[in-house]
């Protein structure tokens, strides 16, 4: 099997990148997502054969996969999102993030942003190219505005 449980729930990212919800080791939100990123960057320049991510390089050819596979990686990225609206709505409670980002689209927008450095990485992309893209992640969650005087 190409996808484990075991795979599917290290997709999870709580435990690596920090959970709004768990009481202890919380990162920031724009933290989190600043450090996903930057991870998410540095492995895939690491990655010298180039292989990518085993759920990314799935999700890519899911039409050729079985019934099992693709409901496990369809979870995952749903997991993924959902990791994602967690952080951008705990960012807006703690005024870090304007309340005026529209929440599942900035998550998917985040989610795409991921899958789409995990593949251009594979790729003739320079490492600038990738760092770059990696910092317009928080450039997609901006701060709330600053009050206008009346």
Do not use: W
């Not at 991510?53 to 799935?58: A, I, M």
């Not at 990791?83 to 709505?89: A, N, S, T």
């Amino acid at each position: 099997m190409l996808v484990s449980r075991k795979n599917h729930e290290a997709y999870t990212l709580d435990a690596k990148f920090g959970s709004p919800s768990a009481p202890d080791g919380l990162r920031e939100p724009l933290e989190s997502v600043r450090a996903l990123f930057e991870h998410v960057v540095q492995e895939s320049l690491a990655d010298a054969t180039k292989r990518g991510c085993l759920l990314v390089n799935t999700a890519v050819n899911l039409q050729s996969q079985t019934e099992e596979i693709k409901m496990l990686v369809t979870a995952a990225l749903a997991d993924f999102r959902q990791f994602f609206v967690r952080l951008i709505e705990h960012g807006k409670i703690r005024g870090e993030i304007s309340n005026e980002v529209e929440t599942e689209a900035a998550a998917a927008g985040l989610l795409g942003m991921f899958i789409g450095i995990r593949v251009m990485a594979r790729g003739a992309f320079q490492p600038e190219t990738l760092e770059r893209m990696g910092g317009q992640a928080l450039a997609m969650l901006p701060p709330p505005a600053a009050p206008t005087e009346t």
